[in-house]
């Protein structure tokens, strides 16, 4: 947030209240794919930024680290996206950590079962067991995959080994409707980039269908009379 500030103020003297935070950030996010290996693509520009803010809406629409594959695509389908879309979209956790919190279930307690996830590679749950030790610091972290810093193929490659970090990865190999793509992608980082890049470019598109305008500051909407907000 802090660089999506600085970007903003220098666009703000070139072009003033027509550069959105929204706008800046998906473009930041862009270059910071590139920038690490990744793939590039068009960003397409004209977003607005909100009126408002809910962090009860953005939790409902976030994956959650415990979701199964089902769960994944019925959440990406509501946003027209497809099974391909989303499984390429999970790529990004080529780069990258998460925390303790997101997997201890999976170590020693999936699905209640008081049982590890049966899933996790012996040797690879061996580590995670020394990273997130029952009863442990929770807000640890652990990297997402082999190589947390270059986005690439890999976090396919250990999908398929069975070394995915969060139980949301490693469903994707498990599950029929997702494994055919994530094993494709493990093979050939080339279609896996350019599915990326039109996952990226679909979710760009999407729009909330409500007012929006330029903000100021992009920590907080900018200040407007209480009849505006309510005609809104």
């Known amino acids: 947030m802090k660089l999506s500030m600085k970007s903003r103020k220098s666009w703000r003297g070139i072009c003033p209240g027509m550069v959105s935070c929204a706008d800046i950030i998906i473009m930041a996010s862009r270059d910071a794919v590139v920038l690490s290996g990744g793939p590039d693509w068009e960003v397409r520009l004209g977003r607005e930024d ?38 390429a979209l999970s790529g990004s956790h080529s780069i990258g950590q998460a925390r303790c919190f997101s997997i201890v ?23 995670l067991n020394r990273l997130c030790p029952l009863g442990g610091d929770e807000s640890v972290t652990g990297d997402l995959d082999a190589t947390p810093t270059i986005f690439d193929n890999r976090y396919f490659k250990d999908l398929v080994a069975g070394r995915g970090f969060l139980n949301s990865d490693q469903t994707l190999y498990t599950f029929p409707e997702t494994k055919k793509y994530v094993t494709l992608f493990s093979k050939d980082q080339r279609a896996f980039f350019n599915a990326f890049a039109e996952g990226m470019i679909k979710m760009g598109d999407l729009q909330s269908g409500r007012p929006g305008e330029i903000r100021s500051n992009c920590r907080i909407a900018n200040s407007r009379p209480v009849d505006a907000l309510l005609v809104s």
């Open 105 to 127: 279930f999976r170590l020693y307690n999936q699905s209640g079962s008081g049982k590890p996830d049966p899933t996790i590679e012996p040797k690879y749950k061996e580590k």
């Open 50 to 87: 909100s009126l408002t803010a809910s962090q009860e809406d953005a939790d409902n629409i976030m994956p959650s680290p415990r979701a199964n594959a089902s769960l994944l695509i019925d959440l990406f389908e509501r946003f027209n996206l497809s099974v391909k879309d989303m499984v």
